[in-house]
C-alpha cells in the first residue's frame, strides 16, 4: 500500500474526534447518576445491592470503551483520511460563446434562402448541436440590442429563445453593431475564462461603432469572431407593408433599397478582437470554420486538460472498524453469572 503524502481531506471535521467521545463520556457518567438517583427513591441501599447483584461494572464499562471508539471513528471517517496519490485528467467544460444575432430589416433580404435572419437561424442550431459542449448565449440586436438568452447549459432553453427572434424582436430600426458588442460584453462573466463572441450579421453598421468598440473590447481579452451574411451583390429587402401585401423597403424617394453584405467591415471588427471573419456561405461552412477553430484553439489551451494529483480515500478503514466495534458493543451485556447460593 502507498503510504505518502497521509493527510485528511476534510480536517474541519477532527474536532469530533474529541469533543463526541467527551460528550458521549459526560452523557454516560450522567446517566448513571441518574438511574443511582432513581434506586435510591424507591429501595434501600440493602435492596439495590440485591437486585443489582448480577450487574457487571466492568461489561458496562466495556460497552461504554466500544462506544466512545466508535464514535472517534465515525469522526475520522467525517474527515476523509488520505495516503497515497492518483493522477486524474480533468477535462474542461467548454468554451462560452455569446452569439449576437442582427435581427434587423436588412436581415430579411433573400439573397440567401429563405432569407439572412432564418439562415443564420439555422446555421447557430447547428453549430449548437454540433459543438455540444459549453454553455451558449444571444443577444439580438438592430438599433438597440437586449439579451435574448444568458449564458447557459440548457440547449433546449437556448432554442426556444433562438427560435422566437425575428424582425420585431428589437422595436428601434436601425443597426447598431457596437451597442450589441457592448451589451454581449456585460452579459458575459468578469472572470479569467476566455470570453468568444460570434457575431451573425450582414455588417451594415448604421452607427459606425463597431470597429471602435472592438478595439475597446480587445483590451479586455475579448474574441469576436464575424460571421458575413448575405452577398455582395444585396439584394431588395422584402417586407409586408401595413396594407399586408408584399413589398420591399424603399427610401425617401421610393426607389427600392439594396441590402449589401459589407465584409470590409465585419473583417476590420474580427481582426480588432484578433478573431476571423467568415462569410456563412450557402451551407453555413463559414459557422463551421467557426466551430472548428474554438474546438481547436480549446484543445491546445492549458485548460483544455489538467494532470491533477489526489489523495487515495481511506475513509473506509476506519468506517469498518467503526462496524466491528457497534456489533461487538451489541454482542456484549451488562450481566454477569452468578454462583448458585448455598442451601
Known amino acids: 500500500m502507498d503510504f505518502r503524502n497521509p493527510h485528511f481531506a476534510e480536517p474541519k471535521w477532527l474536532w469530533l474526534v474529541v469533543l463526541a467521545p467527551i460528550c458521549v463520556v459526560l452523557l454516560h457518567r450522567y446517566a ?135 424582425e420585431r424582436t428589437i422595436p428601434v430600426a436601425g443597426t447598431d453593431v457596437g451597442r450589441a458588442l457592448d451589451e454581449a460584453f456585460q452579459a458575459m462573466e468578469k472572470s479569467d475564462r476566455r470570453k468568444i463572441m460570434v457575431m451573425m450579421t450582414d455588417g451594415e453598421d448604421l452607427e459606425k461603432s463597431g470597429v471602435r468598440t472592438a478595439e475597446a473590447l480587445a483590451q479586455k481579452g475579448i474574441l469576436v469572431f464575424t460571421v458575413g451574411i448575405g452577398t455582395t451583390a444585396g439584394s431588395p429587402i422584402q417586407i409586408v407593408n401595413e396594407q399586408g401585401t408584399p413589398d420591399f423597403v424603399r427610401d425617401q424617394d421610393g426607389k427600392v433599397v439594396q441590402s449589401h453584405l459589407d465584409e470590409a467591415s465585419l473583417t476590420a471588427i474580427a481582426q480588432a478582437t484578433h478573431g476571423s471573419y467568415h462569410p456563412l456561405g450557402t451551407l453555413g461552412e463559414g459557422l463551421n470554420q467557426v466551430r472548428n477553430l474554438v474546438e481547436t484553439s480549446s484543445a491546445d489551451s492549458p485548460e483544455a486538460s489538467r494532470l491533477r494529483k489526489m489523495g487515495v480515500d481511506r475513509f473506509h478503514l476506519p468506517v469498518a472498524i467503526v462496524i466491528v466495534l457497534l456489533i461487538l458493543e451489541s454482542l456484549i451485556g451488562t450481566r454477569r453469572k452468578l454462583g448458585k447460593s448455598s442451601n
Not at 54 to 65: C, E, L, Q, Y
Not at 125 to 138: C, S
Open 32 to 166: 448513571a447518576w441518574a438511574r443511582k438517583k432513581q434506586f435510591a427513591a424507591f429501595a434501600s441501599p440493602e435492596l439495590i445491592t440485591s437486585l443489582l447483584g448480577s450487574h457487571s461494572p466492568m461489561r458496562r464499562a466495556a460497552k461504554s470503551v466500544l462506544l466512545v471508539l466508535a464514535i472517534a471513528g465515525i469522526s475520522l471517517g467525517l474527515a476523509r483520511p488520505q495516503w497515497g496519490e492518483t493522477t486524474e485528467v480533468s477535462q474542461a467544460l467548454g468554451e462560452d460563446i455569446m452569439f449576437v444575432l442582427d435581427c434587423s430589416r436588412s436581415m430579411l433580404a433573400s439573397d440567401v434562402r429563405p432569407n439572412r435572419l432564418e439562415r443564420a437561424k439555422y446555421a447557430i442550431l447547428d453549430f449548437v448541436q454540433r459543438h455540444g459542449r459549453g454553455r451558449v448565449g444571444l443577444v439580438a440586436f438592430s438599433g438597440q440590442a437586449f439579451l435574448q438568452c444568458p449564458l447557459t447549459f440548457d440547449y433546449d432553453a437556448f432554442r426556444e429563445a433562438l427560435a422566437a427572434v425575428d
